[in-house]
Each structure stands twice: as structure tokens, then as C-alpha cells.
């Protein structure tokens, strides 16, 4: 199945495709300049939340490229184009290596332990040398599995082309990584993956969180994930929480963990350290 999935790397070789009359390949070669020279991509982080107290509980790095002339480009935008155009791998794991270093910085000034959780693709886990690669930035940055966290999407999991993702999982599981299935209910899923697939917690994606508590079905469905998670031994995060209202919905629900602009927008670094302080305390509670 690698090869299947890695089938459009020769679009990039194909001579017919001039990447002046097209700017999807011009951008592509932009980010292949911009993985060379490293200082146009960076991580931001977003902090994740006990609703009630708002006590930080972990964070998630989220990709960003800042284009020399077309300012800052979302990784929704260019992450499927280095999918589709042989950089994720490189891309994945520039973005292990600099959250471990993060996560050893923090570690080492004294701040509170938080898992870090990083975003990985479907090619990442299928190009096989995750684990090597894991255990080498670990290694590294002298990090133990718990401190860093494995986000997959649902549609990644569910992906035909990866075939069965279980026993990938559960070599990485067994390593102490913690694994989270992103984007919970949008992708074209049956429950039935959950059973089988080993993860711990689950992100509920923002489409059910945005019309909270107003929508009805949103309501129920968010209550009806909540209680089987429950059943199941999974945790649920909520992501996107953006009101009080939101927040406490979710609070009386029964939810015990969020992400959203609510708490903290994604910031770099340095930023989040100036509001560590606070941000380890009650200040994002509802
Ligand atoms: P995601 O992993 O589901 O990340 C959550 C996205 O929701 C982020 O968008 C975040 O900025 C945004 N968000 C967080 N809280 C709120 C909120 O309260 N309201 C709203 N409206 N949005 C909120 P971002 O950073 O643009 O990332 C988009 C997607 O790109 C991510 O979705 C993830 O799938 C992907 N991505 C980002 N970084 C990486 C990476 O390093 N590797 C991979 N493979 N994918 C990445
Ligand atoms: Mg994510
Ligand atoms: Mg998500
Ligand atoms: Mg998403």
C-alpha cells in the first residue's frame, strides 16, 4: 500500500507540468525551499484545558509557514499539497524534531508537564520509520513517550489505501505514546473502528461544538459521544470552544477536556512562555 499511496510523487518529475503557469507547483517548490532553509516554518502551540479550572493540561503544535512573499499560508492549504507532492515525511518529521526540542526546553526552565501532541499524517505512518524516528528525537531531547502525544485524523484512520491501522497503533501504543483520533465525527465513519482501533482519546471535531448549546442534535450528539466514550475508557476533548457558553455546556455535560480561541488562540513559543503563568492557572475557566 505504500506504493499506492505514494503514486503521484512522479507528478513532480512530469516536464509538461511548467510551474510557471501553475501555481500549485510553484508553491510546492517554495515549501521545498522553505524545508531546506528551515527559518520560514515554525510551530505554534495551543493550549489545552480542564474546562472548570482551566488548568493547562497539554498543548497541540500546529504547522505554520510563513511564505517570503505571500505571507502566512495555513497548513490546511499547503499540508495536502505536500502530500500529494513527496514532502510530508520531510515535513512530518522537522515537526517531531522541533516539538521534542520545544518540549526539552520547557522541561528544562521549570515549566509544568504537559504532553505535547503532534499532528501526523497517513503518509508518515506508512512510510515505516515513525517509531525509529520517535525514538531517536526522544533520545535526543532526553523525553519520555508520555510527553509527547500522536494526533491522527479520523479519515487517516479510515483510510482504504493505509489498510488495517490497529497493529501500527499498537506498536505505538505499546511505546507510551498517546494516540487521538482528530476531527471525531466528520469523517465517513462507523462506530465500529472504535472498538478496534487502540486509541485514548478522541477530539471532537468543532462542527458540534460551534452551535452549542443552542442546536439540538449538536447537543445530543455531543452528550451521546460523551457517554460512550465514558463506556469505553476514552477520553474526549473538545475542540474549537470558543464561548462561556460553549464551555459550560460542555462543563455540565460532563467533558473534561477542551482546546479553543475560548482559552488561547495557537501562539508561538515564546508567547505562550509570557503567559504560562497565568494560563497554569484559573484565568481561561468559565
Ligand atoms: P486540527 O489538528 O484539527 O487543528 C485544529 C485547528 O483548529 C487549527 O487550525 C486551530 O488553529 C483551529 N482552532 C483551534 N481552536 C479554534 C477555535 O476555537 N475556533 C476556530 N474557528 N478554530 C480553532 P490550523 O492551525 O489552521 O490547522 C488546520 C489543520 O492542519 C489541523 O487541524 C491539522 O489537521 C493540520 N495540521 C496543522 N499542523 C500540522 C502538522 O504539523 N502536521 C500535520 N500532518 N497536519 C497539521
Ligand atoms: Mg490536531
Ligand atoms: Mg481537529
Ligand atoms: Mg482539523
Sequence with gaps: SAKRLGRNHSLRFCPALDKQDNPQLALVSDLRAALISGDQLELHYQTQHHPGSGELVGMEA??????PKGGMISPGEFIPLAERHGLMAELGSWVIEKACAQQAHWQNSGMPK?????NISALQLFQGDLETQLATCLERYQLEPSQLGLELTESVLL??????????????????????????????????YL?????????LDRA???????????????????????????????????????????VEAGCTLVQGFYFAKPMPAAELEQRWAPLTQAEGAY
Design 62 to 67: 500546529l504547522l505554520r509557514w510563513r511564505h
Design 114 to 118: 504537559t504532553t505535547v501532541w503532534v
Design 159 to 192: 483510510d482504504e489505501r493505509a489498510g488495517d491501522m490497529g497493529p501500527r497503533l499498537q506498536v505505538l501504543r505499546e511505546l507510551g505514546y498517546s494516540i487521538a483520533i482528530d476531527d471525531f465525527g466528520t469523517g465517513y465513519s462507523s462506530l465500529g
Design 195 to 203: 472498538k478496534r482501533l487502540p486509541v485514548d482519546k478522541i477530539k
Design 208 to 250: 458540534f461544538i460551534s452551535e452549542l448549546p443552542n442546536d439540538q442534535a449538536d447537543a445530543a450528539i455531543v452528550t451521546a459521544v460523551l457517554a460512550m466514550a465514558k463506556g469505553m475508557g476514552l477520553e474526549v476533548i473538545a475542540e474549537g470552544v470558543e464561548t462561556q457558553a460553549q464551555c459550560q455546556f460542555l
